[in-house]
């Protein structure tokens, strides 16, 4: 008798545990053998050399675990649709698995995929992907998509988070392809090791440290970068090492064993929330990489700076907390999530540069850069997004940083040059008296840039240029 196989192919679901795709195959099938491929369609956006660096390291660890279980990992390159016949065709698996992904590039390519197959009487499983609600499945009274955030957590509340799955329980051993970099990894996302534990196993051991040591201070202290006490999974939820729903589940249990954290718990799983509300626009609108949710600012006369974007992207813009986040970004492949808010303003508002230049640069420089939360963030705080902030909401990044780093820990840590200032002049060096200056050692335009704009003119000057598109 023929022993049943079925192929699974793996996307941003990089885990054993909770995998619906996994735990339906093995269910169905004797043997069952796990793909991930490196696309190559042209519709697709390629990933960033960041997240190139940690896929490497997450299929690897992937790999092994799948190994131990009897499963191998096959990894291959090139057109998902040519990939998946060559792959049919040597493991004689009958049927596909797959957990779902919502871009509208991802479900075209998949809708076709899925035609193509079941026209050669291959049997193709679509189970849901890495969200806490299917973006389909929450909707306004009226029946259409959700454009405001609080509206639509109010919704998300009420409905039953999935039970988690269990990682299949077959034992065996079978070896790993090997080829895990088949894309090429940058050098300079090497230095990112000694910052990050890459894995399922890592992934969970994160979500655990963080309710255990951090989930108290959580609603005050997540504001302020140098303070410890976010959860630090994104890179995981991104490539799906672990799952949106391992975490809420996770995180409505210590609830419940300790009530006197159930408004912290409340915050963190709101947090937790925005993604999919992220992933709700990526999948009712355009490309929301390239295209502002709110057609007006198609109209948008950006300025065009290379030197000026230069200056940003190298954290050389004379704002100390912009430049300290945009060092960190670089130097570990990831930035607090108050600091991106002010680097992104900075650049969008004050320099008037499109956003997308600094999607663009998030996307190549983020460990975490996730296809519907990069873009959805930075159409937030640009002002082009649906639940955005407001236009003439602009972040003056002196004051943020004297208010969420007022000992000047996160800038004295990332941008050392300025380290002997004292806090009343550490992120406003510009205004600081010129015997200030020359007692912490500072020239400024010689040892730290000046500031690249005067914030007050050109706050005026983003109020002015996004006014005339009302």
């Known amino acids: 008798m023929t022993k049943t196989t079925a192929l699974v192919w793996l996307r941003n679901d990089l885990r054993i545990a909770d995998n619906p795709a996994l735990a339906a195959a093995v269910a169905e099938s004797e043997s069952v053998t796990a793909l ?27 790999g092994h675990r799948l190994a131990e279980k009897g499963i191998p990992l096959v990894v291959e390159h090139g057109a998902a649709a040519d990939t998946l016949d060559e792959v049919l065709r040597d493991t004689g698996a009958r049927s596909v698995h797959w957990n779902r992904r919502y871009a509208p590039s991802e479900r075209e390519i998949d809708a076709t995929i899925k035609t193509r197959l079941g026209h050669r009487q291959v049997k193709v499983h679509s189970h849901p992907g890495n969200v806490l609600v299917e973006p389909w499945l929450i909707a306004t009274k009226e029946g259409h998509p959700y454009s405001v955030f609080t509206p639509f957590w109010s919704t998300l509340k009420t409905k039953d988070i999935a039970a988690l799955l269990k990682a299949p329980s077959g034992g065996g051993s079978a070896r790993p392809s090997g080829l895990f970099d088949r894309y090429t990894q940058p050098r300079w996302a090497k230095k990112f090791a000694q910052h990050w534990a890459i894995g399922e196993a890592a992934a969970i051991d ?38 949106a729903r391992q975490v809420w589940q996770a995180a409505k249990a210590r609830s419940h064993a300790h009530p006197g954290l159930a408004n912290a718990v409340e915050k963190f799983l709101s947090e937790l929330a925005w993604r999919d509300f992220s992933y709700h626009q990526l999948y009712h609108r355009e490309d929301i990489a390239k295209v502002p949710m709110q057609p007006k600012y198609g109209r948008m006369a950006w300025r065009n700076s290379a030197r000026d974007l230069q200056a940003w992207q190298r954290g050389q813009t004379g704002i100390p907390i912009v430049d300290a986040g945009m060092r960190e970004l670089w130097e570990t492949g990831y930035m607090h999530n108050r600091v991106r808010m002010l680097v992104a303003s900075l650049l969008s508002k004050n320099m008037l540069l499109d956003w997308r230049e600094g999607e663009a640069w998030f996307w190549d420089c983020l460990v975490d850069s996730d296809v519907a939360n990069n873009s959805a963030s930075w159409q937030w705080v640009a002002g082009t997004g649906l639940d955005a902030s407001p236009y003439f909401r602009i972040f003056n990044p002196v004051t943020q940083g004297g208010r969420f780093d007022a000992d000047g820990s996160y800038v004295r840590r990332w941008v050392p040059e300025l380290a002997a200032l004292p806090n009343k002049h550490l992120h406003d060096p510009a205004a600081a008296p010129p015997e200030v200056l020359a007692q912490a050692g500072i020239t400024l335009g010689l040892d730290y840039p000046t500031p690249i704009v005067d914030l007050k003119a050109s706050r005026e000057r983003a109020l002015a240029a996004q006014s005339n598109l009302s």
């Open 36 to 62: 991930y491929i490196h696309e190559t369609d042209p519709s697709l956006r390629a990933p960033g050399g960041a997240a190139r660096w940690w896929l490497h390291h997450s299929l690897e660890d992937l």
């Open 206 to 243: 994160r979500l655990h440290d963080f309710l255990d040591e951090s989930l108290d201070d959580y609603p005050t202290g997540r504001d302020f970068p140098a303070r410890d006490v976010t959860s630090r999974l994104s890179p995981h939820l991104r490539f799906g090492e672990i799952s």
